[in-house]
């Protein structure tokens, strides 16, 4: 008795139009993914920057004046001070920003570093690795991400 035996496999056309629809499909998508990101980075780059500019705002004019300075900025705007910006005497002011200094979304640091040149808006990266570039002269406060100083 003959039996009829048929494979039921697919061909290497078959296999490797499956393969070139999915690398397609791949080309397609990805860039969109990564287009996403960067801009939700943006948001939150902006986001962050405006926060804490108006709380650096808000802290002058609470204390005569002047603002953060760059080696107590981290103290200042998450803690209590009082007028002159220390943490004895009366504590009225502040915090003025809830547990930490946002880390910036491009780098994920949320460490301060001096600007390069006070009075100025920053024009190159501070090494270091620090997330932000702080004016304790104005309260600029700036990415330390030379394609970002604009927002």
Do not use: C
């Not at 009225?92 to 949320?110: E, V």
């Amino acid at each position: 008795m003959l039996v009829n035996r048929r494979r039921s496999a697919f061909t290497l056309i078959e296999v490797l139009i499956v393969v070139i629809i999915m690398a397609v499909l791949a080309a397609t998508i990805i860039p969109q993914f990564s287009s996403s990101t960067t801009d939700a980075k943006n948001s939150s780059l902006k986001f962050n920057l405006h926060t804490v500019r108006s709380q650096i705002e808000l802290y002058k004019a609470n204390h005569n004046g002047k603002y953060p300075t760059l080696a107590n900025f981290k103290k200042q705007m998450t803690e209590k001070t009082d007028v002159n910006g220390t943490q004895t005497g009366e504590l009225l002011y502040g915090p003025y920003i809830q547990g930490d200094i946002p880390a910036n979304p491009f780098n994920g640091s949320n460490a301060l570093v001096a600007v390069a040149t006070p009075g100025q808006v920053p024009t190159g990266i501070v090494a270091g690795g620090a997330g932000w570039q702080y004016d304790e002269s104005n309260g600029g406060f700036y990415p330390n991400n030379s394609e970002y100083y604009n927002q």
